[in-house]
């Protein structure tokens, strides 16, 4: 690839491409954030931008592969590009080499610097490029602008990092060690975005469950401290937090699901396989019953709840009998929604170099038959939803002339027809069930 043109000097629009996890949107919008005390603008829908950061993904598949084919579409017909920054975790572990493969690349910035994005960019436009993948030991947190806008749902990460080490897992080296953010920053965050127009926070981090701070009392506290506390502010409707580790929850979270009422009720918990020996050799650290036993508490606690989780397919050795105890894990916990993955070699993880890998028609076969029974299940909660009345967040216009398009408690989709506005609370009778959606008719408006 080679880009002899000028780069612009002083970009006055950007444009923040993120892909992958909620934790990446996170990022991407703090990086927005950033710019714009710069006073960079948004790039107009449809408009070349002079900047464009790509915020990268490295979970699975030709991660880095997709980084090169974006730069090369951002090229423009004169053979000129924008500002290029490439940042996340494809930066953190390929920062390098895009550096040495892609000259239209004037930054790489790693998930624990992004802070210093705006240095970065003075500099490329003086020519300069620069990488920064340090792991600092300050956080980027503390240097970043303070929240002034929001949706009617935000996203607030509380923890980061991952000291857990799952075999097949590259998050551990590209996100690094486990962080907590101190308890006063996150209710000070949540409450401007609250003051911002949000109504619902859903609490993020790549083990989100094992938050940990100290409340203003100085007494030790986990995320269901967090949560009771995040609860008292007024105009916050809604609390989510995602995602969690089973070994990490705990009975006061379980509890806070029976008596915290805008803790909604669901939960992401991945397992990733129903076969303890194949679950053991991923270093999960939980067995099957365990992780039955923990949804079970959860359940007394909350009885409607909607469970999801997430699954790899064909980790290396898994054999035909150990999918078929995915299947039966699946069949017996029956969830509201799950995410479902082949398995995907990560360099430098340990599963990466394991004898047996699990041929890609084997792993095809097994992903389809999962997603079969897990789409299944999702209907039949969908239609056992049908009849229900609840409250639902709307969150945006819908494609036809009247809809609008909310939540409801269950993370359901939600759509329905009204004189209501994005950000009120309304009630909702669930009338009809589609596989990935359900139909609503508006009750009276529940609070605005
Ligand atoms: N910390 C969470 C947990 O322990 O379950 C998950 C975070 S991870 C970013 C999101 C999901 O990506 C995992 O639950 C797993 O199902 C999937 N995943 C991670 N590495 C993978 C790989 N190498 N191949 C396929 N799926 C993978
Ligand atoms: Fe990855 Fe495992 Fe850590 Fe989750 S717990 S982020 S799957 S290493």
């Not at 423009?76 to 920054?85: H, K, M």
Request: glycine residues 8%.
């Amino acid at each position: 690839m080679s880009n002899s043109a000028p780069t612009p000097a002083n970009p006055k629009t950007y444009r923040v491409k993120s892909f992958g996890c909620q934790m990446n949107v996170y990022d991407g919008d703090r990086m927005a954030e950033l710019l714009a005390e710069q006073g960079i603008t948004p790039a107009p829908e449809g408009e070349d931008a002079d900047l464009v950061v790509l915020n990268t993904c490295h979970i699975r598949e030709k991660a880095a592969e997709k980084v090169y084919s974006d730069i090369g579409r951002l090229r423009r017909e004169d053979g000129s590009s924008p500002l290029i920054a490439v940042a996340g975790c494809v930066a953190q572990a390929e920062g390098e080499e895009i550096m040495a493969r892609a000259p239209a690349v004037k930054m790489v910035v790693g998930p624990q610097a992004y802070h210093r994005l705006p240095d970065m960019v003075k500099a490329a436009s003086q020519g300069q490029r620069m990488t920064d993948t340090d792991m600092p030991a300050e956080t980027k947190f503390d240097a970043l602008p303070k929240r002034r806008r929001s949706g009617p749902t935000a996203f607030l990460t509380v923890q980061e990092g991952c000291d857990k080490f799952c075999t097949y897992c590259v998050v551990p080296y590209t996100r690094g060690a486990e962080i907590s953010r101190p308890h006063a920053d996150l209710i000070e965050e949540a409450k401007r975005l609250v003051e911002a127009g949000a109504r619902e926070i859903t609490l993020l981090g790549q083990n989100v469950n094992a938050w940990t701070g100290e409340n203003a009392k100085g007494q030790s506290v986990g995320l269901d401290g967090l949560i009771r506390e995040l609860a008292e502010i007024p105009d916050l409707a809604r609390i989510r937090y995602t995602t969690s580790h089973p070994n990490d929850m705990t009975p006061g979270l379980i509890e806070a699901h029976g008596d915290v009422a805008k803790l909604m009720p669901f939960l992401h918990l991945p397992v990733q396989s129903g076969s303890d020996r194949v679950l053991k050799a991923m270093n999960r650290a939980h067995q099957v019953e365990k992780y039955l036993s923990i949804l079970e508490e959860v359940r007394k606690a909350r009885p409607d709840i909607a469970l999801s989780g997430d699954f790899i397919v064909g980790f290396p050795g898994e054999t035909d009998a150990e999918f078929e105890e995915t299947l039966k894990l699946v069949d017996t916990v029956g969830y509201a929604q799950c995410f479902s993955f082949k398995y995907s070699p990560r360099p430098g993880t340990p599963a990466a170099t394991m004898g047996d890998q699990v041929p890609m028609p084997v792993m095809d076969e097994r992903l389809r038959r999962l997603q079969t029974a897990l789409n299944r299940d999702q209907y039949a909660f969908n239609t056992a939803s049908v009849g229900k009345t609840c409250e639902v967040l709307v969150e945006r216009r819908g494609k036809h002339p009247g809809q609008w398009l909310g939540k409801s408690p269950w993370l359901q989709s939600v759509h329905f027809t009204g004189d209501v506005a994005v950000g009120d609370v309304v009630t909702v009778e669930l009338v009809e069930a589609g596989p990935n959606s359900i139909a609503g008719a508006l009750k009276v408006p529940a609070s605005a």
